[in-house]
């Protein structure tokens, strides 16, 4: 298990980059289209969340989205934008929106910090007066605002069984071990009882942890809504058995060519505790290696996950790079570093037994607060 630390870049004055644009709320043009496909085909780091499919249906589900192309004499690439909190963001802090069209096929994250800044640098040029948020697996360029916003384990999985099994820790090798010897049965879910008794164990789960869920698997949701999610082309559920009942699940997001997205997991405390878990886990490399993926994004840095991913995982930073708008540097500075004190607040939180009501909190709403005045006019 490695851990990236990527250097800061200085910015360089660069011509703007050629910039074609699609608001998933109008028609989509055949031609974008081809284009489109044909950049995330180019690179073995797209995602379900950048699929034209995925785009419309979030749009038609209140959340409208923009695809964009860039394009210069050397480099091109995709970026997706959501219109969120006053601002076009790209990503998450566990998952980027963005790739660059032919790069190096074995780099974890699928662009350099050069890469990165000219991405974030050009989305900023093209919003003109609105605010931009970017997430991208690479440090900000010196002088772009930005802070630490989360991190993610990445795995390649085009190796063979045997590597991908000894990679794991030694201790996750042995829960498989003790899961292989029980008649596990393993296969992906195909019916609708398949996605009923997951969503089962996902609500069980939850209240385990005091948490709510909508819905049970007896109401009849619309497709690609509650367990009915699964229905959906870009997303792969696959489910171990134990004498004929569902008992554990691990679900994931995916595009051919594309790298796989984790997505979620729910088991049985018997289920965890022997192993089952794990040995799904496994399961779900292999086969999704099987599919043509070369890459599995886990969707956020756990244990769990870093000793899942063993030798062969890579723990790697995601940043939030701010920019775009109106206001001077100095306010999108205050709000990232702001942003950035939250997640050590949060420790000395935990350390101290302090109520949430007060310096995390207090963090929270001075960063709002930067957030808000960034977006007004200079001078007020």
């Given at each position: 298990m490695t851990t990236s630390y990527h250097g800061i870049e200085p910015p360089r004055r660069r011509a703007p980059a050629e910039v074609r644009v699609w608001d998933v709320r109008e028609p989509l043009p055949a031609s974008?289209?081809?284009?489109?496909?044909?950049?995330?085909?180019?690179?073995?780091?797209?995602?379900?969340?950048?699929?034209?499919?995925?785009l419309r249906w979030e749009a038609d589900h209140g959340h409208p989205s923009r695809a964009l192309l860039l394009?210069?004499?050397?480099?091109?690439?995709?970026?997706?934008?959501?219109?969120?909190?006053?601002?076009?963001?790209?990503?998450?802090?566990?998952?980027?929106?963005?790739?660059?069209c032919g790069s190096d096929p074995f780099s974890s994250v699928g662009m350099t910090a050069s890469d990165a800044a000219w991405l974030h640098e050009n989305l900023c040029r093209f919003s003109g007066r609105d605010r931009v948020l970017t997430f991208l697996p690479?440090?900000?360029?010196?002088?772009?605002?930005?802070?630490?916003?989360?991190?993610?384990?990445?795995?390649?999985v085009t190796r063979s069984d045997e590597e991908l099994f000894e990679g794991m820790e030694p201790s996750k090798r042995r829960l498989a071990k003790r899961a292989r010897g029980q008649q596990i049965e393993i296969a992906t879910a195909?019916?609708?009882?398949?996605?009923?008794?997951?969503?089962?164990?996902?609500?069980?789960?939850?209240?385990?942890?005091?948490?709510?869920i909508e819905g049970g698997s007896s109401s009849a949701p619309a497709r690609?809504?509650?367990?009915?999610?699964?229905?959906?082309?870009?997303?792969?559920?696959?489910?171990?058995?134990?004498?004929?009942?569902?008992?554990?699940?691990?679900?994931?997001?995916?595009?051919?060519?594309g790298a796989m997205q984790g997505r979620t997991a729910a088991a049985t405390l018997e289920a965890r505790r022997a192993g089952v878990t794990v040995l799904l886990g496994f399961e779900?490399?292999?086969?999704?290696?099987?599919?043509?993926?070369?890459?599995?994004?886990?969707?956020?840095?756990t244990s769990f996950k870093r000793e899942m991913s063993g030798r062969l995982g890579r723990r790697i930073r995601v940043f939030g790079w701010?920019?775009?708008?109106?206001?001077?540097?100095?306010?999108?500075?205050?709000?990232?570093?702001?942003?950035?004190?939250?997640?050590?607040l949060a420790r000395l939180?935990?350390?101290?037994?302090?109520?949430?009501?007060?310096?995390?909190?207090?963090?929270?709403?001075?960063?709002?607060?930067?957030?808000y005045r960034a977006d007004l006019p200079v001078g007020i």
């Open positions: 974008f289209a081809a284009e489109w496909e044909e950049a995330l085909s180019a690179s073995s780091h797209g995602h379900f969340a950048m699929s034209l499919d995925y394009e210069d004499a050397g480099r091109r690439g995709a970026v997706v934008q959501r219109w969120e909190l006053s601002r076009w963001v790209s990503g998450w802090p566990w998952r980027w929106q963005a790739v660059m690479h440090a900000p360029a010196r002088g772009v605002p930005g802070w630490v916003a989360g991190a993610t384990v990445i795995q390649g195909e019916q609708a009882e398949d996605f009923r008794a997951f969503y089962d164990l996902q609500v069980e789960s939850k209240r385990r942890r005091g948490l709510s690609g809504e509650q367990w009915r999610e699964w229905e959906l082309p870009w997303m792969w559920l696959l489910l171990a058995r134990q004498d004929g009942q569902v008992v554990a699940g691990v679900g994931d997001g995916i595009l051919r060519g779900e490399l292999r086969r999704g290696r099987d599919l043509g993926h070369r890459w599995f994004n886990y969707g956020g840095d701010l920019g775009g708008g109106r206001a001077p540097r100095i306010w999108l500075m205050g709000e990232a570093a702001l942003r950035g004190l939250r997640p050590t939180r935990q350390r101290m037994g302090l109520a949430r009501a007060g310096v995390v909190t207090l963090a929270h709403a001075l960063a709002e607060l930067a957030s």
